[in-house]
Nanobody
Framework: QVQLVESGGGLVQAGGSLRLSCAASGRTFRVYAMDWFRQAPGKEREFVAAVSGTGFTIYYADSVKGRFAISRDNAKNTVYLQMNSLKPEDTAVYYC???????????????WGKGTLVTVSS
């Protein structure tokens, strides 16, 4: 069983930056692809970014490409999401997820964190 705990959310002005972290329990972290999803009020949960277990394969949603960067440190069992040039429409609860194979669909995730709130003011 993998437990995921997100941190790093908060309030930031438009154009600012935040770095989210997701710490994973267990000794099998490196076998999992790791994803970030987000869910804004009244909207469905949507894919943000994914990184393979080795870190060599990375996917981004078009809406964050060029502004967000996903990375992982397998020695620390942690995945990161560096968010730059933030916009009010990035406001959402951000969730970390783990999957046995790299994927971008909610239904393909095996484990979820509880989320961290990011609020971007205009």
């Amino acid at each position: 069983q993998v437990q995921l705990v997100e941190s790093g959310g908060g309030l930031v002005q438009a154009g600012g930056s935040l770095r989210l972290s997701c710490a994973a329990s267990g000794r099998t972290f490196r076998v999992y692809a790791m994803d970030w999803f987000r869910q804004a009020p009244g909207k469905e949960r949507e894919f943000v970014a994914a990184v393979s277990g080795t870190g060599f394969t990375i996917y981004y949603a078009d809406s964050v490409k060029g502004r967000f960067a996903i990375s992982r440190d397998n020695a620390k069992n942690t995945v990161y999401l560096q968010m730059n040039s933030l916009k009010p429409e990035d406001t959402a609860v951000y969730y970390c997820a783990a999957a046995r194979r790299i994927a971008t669909d909610v239904k393909d995730m095996d484990h979820w964190g509880k989320g961290t709130l990011v609020t971007v003011s205009s």
